[in-house]
């Protein structure tokens, strides 16, 4: 017996599912999550003496390097378990985090951007893990354009994961550019004890609103083929 | 702050923005399923026996 005995609207053919009150308390949850992160990374993080409140880009900039890494992972585990299984709903996964990569991918180098002006007075410089990120972001970038271009729902996703894999080799260069080679970029900067605090907090809370994009996302690329499924059905 | 403000307007700006493209495909897929199930239903009453009157 299902818990949520009830559609969760009149033309759901799902009786399971929860009423819509249940449904937003993920959103709500990662909402309040933001709120504390940005109360936590403005107010209750201390001024770095240094750069000053620049130095506050630290907080939304990791975060959002944080989520394009595990997105970029997200879409070549997802490719790989297509290729094993030949299942479209791990394609579905795929696509939908490759668009949360590319988007936090993007955003880590805008975030660095700003903090590279700040820190070294210069938007741009062809540092190690500067240039491993944007190898990142290209990659997901061709993986979107690629598969736009392939009609059969198989060729893409097979397309799609191949790539996938293949740009994933880029991810240790990232993780582990700061280690590997002689650059600029900081590896692990000193904090004190309240930006400990708010930096894992900004972490998890932009974790929750992609992670909450990516499952919406995936939801609407499953129905669309499920739509296009029975609109074939109901013109043959 | 004025540097740590425009990393958070971008941010948001792009997340506001993705969420708005979400929001254009939910109700384009809508109007998909209710183009659908109008489609259905026409095909139904086709398909529906005509009564003969006594």
């Known amino acids: 017996m299902p818990i949520f005995a009830r559609p969760c609207c009149a033309r759901c053919p799902k009786w399971d599912c929860p009423p819509r009150a249940y449904r ?16 936590a ?10 750069m000053g409140d620049a ?10 390097a944080w989520c394009g890494l595990a997105g970029f992972l997200t879409m070549a585990g997802a490719g790989l378990l297509y290729l094993l299984r030949r299942d479209l709903a791990w394609d579905h996964w795929a696509q939908a985090a490759a668009e949360i990569a590319w988007l936090s991918c993007g955003l880590t180098l805008v975030t660095g951007s700003f ?27 061709g993986y979107l354009i690629v598969r736009s271009g392939v009609e059969d729902p198989h060729r893409r996703a097979r397309t799609g ?14 993780v582990m550019a700061t ?38 996302r995936r939801g609407r690329l499953r129905l669309e083929r499920l739509l296009g499924a029975m609109e074939r059905e109901a013109d043959g | 702050m004025g540097t740590f403000v425009a990393a958070y307007v971008a941010v948001w700006l792009a997340v506001v923005l993705y969420v708005a493209r ?6 384009r897929l809508a109007r998909s399923v209710e183009s659908l199930q109008l489609r259905l239903e026409q095909r139904e009453a086709e398909q529906r026996p005509r009564s003969i009157p006594a």
Request: avoid cysteine; charge should be positive.
């Open chain 1, 24 to 39: 937003i308390i993920p959103d709500v949850l990662a909402a309040a999550l933001l709120v504390a992160a940005v109360l």
């Open chain 1, 41 to 50: 990374s403005s107010l209750l993080a201390p001024t770095e003496k240094t």
């Open chain 1, 55 to 64: 130095q506050r880009i630290l907080y939304v900039h990791v975060a959002v």
């Open chain 1, 115 to 141: 903090w590279a002006h700040a820190a070294w007075n210069t938007w741009w410089t062809w540092e190690p893990r500067l240039a491993a990120t944007a190898v990142l972001w290209a990659v997901s970038s």
């Open chain 1, 161 to 174: 994961a191949v790539l996938a894999l293949v740009g994933a080799a880029d991810i240790p260069l990232v």
């Open chain 1, 179 to 216: 280690r590997w080679f002689r650059g600029i970029h900081p590896a692990s900067p000193q904090m004190e004890p309240a930006m400990r605090l708010a930096l894992p907090l900004s972490i998890v809370a932009f974790s929750a609103i992609f992670g909450l994009l990516l499952v919406r």
């Open chain 2, 22 to 27: 979400l929001g254009a495909e939910q109700r």
